[in-house]
């Protein structure tokens, strides 16, 4: 069931499988991922951090303030010989209305590739144990 935030902000579970990868080193892969719905922007998979692998990643020193005035925090990566800033983004506090996303971080898609794979979809069925 989502969560409604405020008349254009929802969060709710995404039912199946997310990949994060760049430059094919796979950054994070989770089955309890989250979706961030809010008006005038693109849904955004929010990934648990115990499913992101920060081996690859790094602290940025970039912040940024919501239209709420919650601080996110940024992550650069390297992998393969590759690297990015500010790939991934988390808020270390958020509000009581958006603790859902407290200890999970989202990542930007035109940085790196994130793949989802519904629950129903077959080819998701292939990977279950």
Do not use: C
């Given at each position: ?11 709710e579970p995404y039912r199946g499988v997310v990949?994060?990868?760049f430059a094919d080193a796979m950054i994070a ?101």
């Open positions: 069931m989502p969560q409604h935030l405020a008349e254009h902000i929802e969060i990949n994060v990868m892969s989770t089955r309890d991922a989250l979706i961030l719905r809010e008006e005038g922007r693109a849904p955004a998979f929010y990934i648990p951090f115990s499913d992101i692998y920060f081996d690859f990643l790094t602290r940025s020193t970039t912040t940024t303030e919501s239209a709420t005035g919650d601080t996110a925090t940024y992550w650069n990566v390297t992998a393969k010989g590759e690297a990015a800033k500010d790939i991934m983004w988390a808020y270390e506090a958020p509000p009581e209305n958006m603790r859902a996303l407290l200890a999970h971080g989202a990542f930007d898609p035109e940085k790196v590739s994130i793949e989802a794979a519904p629950a129903d979809d077959p080819k998701e069925e292939e990977h279950r144990p």
